[in-house]
């Protein structure tokens, strides 16, 4: 069975940090691009980060110089520094399967919020 589990989100102040994680079961960690994505209340589904299988990076503009990603093993990581306001939402990992069948999956999602 397929499972992608996130967390590590909580409550910080703002200029606080936080380690996302999302483990991955059930599928070859390996040829999956990994991304996270978010979503505060009342918006859409945002793009935040994204590592694709070789190790290549992508950010958000908001988030370029405070949030890191990164992948190990069957888990990728979002370190994310000097939070902000508006940094609150559910953080969701997404795994994308660039070549091959098509096949993604989501995480259940884990709350960060960070209070000013």
């Known amino acids: 069975q397929v499972q992608l589990v996130d967390s590590g989100g909580g409550s910080v102040h703002a200029g606080g940090s936080l380690r996302l994680s999302c483990t991955a079961y059930?599928?070859?960690?390996?040829?999956?691009?990994m991304n996270w994505l978010r979503q505060a209340p009342g918006k859409q589904r945002e793009f935040v980060a994204r590592?694709?299988?070789?190790?290549g990076t992508s950010y958000a503009d908001s988030v370029k110089g405070r949030f890191t990603i990164s992948r190990a093993k069957n888990t990728v990581f979002l370190q994310m520094n000097s939070l902000e306001s508006e940094d609150t939402a559910v953080y969701y990992c997404?795994?994308?399967?660039?070549?091959?069948?098509?096949?993604?999956?989501w995480g259940q999602g884990t709350q960060v919020i960070v209070s000013s």
């Open positions: 997404h795994a994308d399967r660039p070549a091959g069948p098509k096949s993604e999956y």
């Open positions: 059930g599928i070859s960690f390996s040829v999956y691009d």
């Open positions: 590592i694709s299988r070789s190790g």
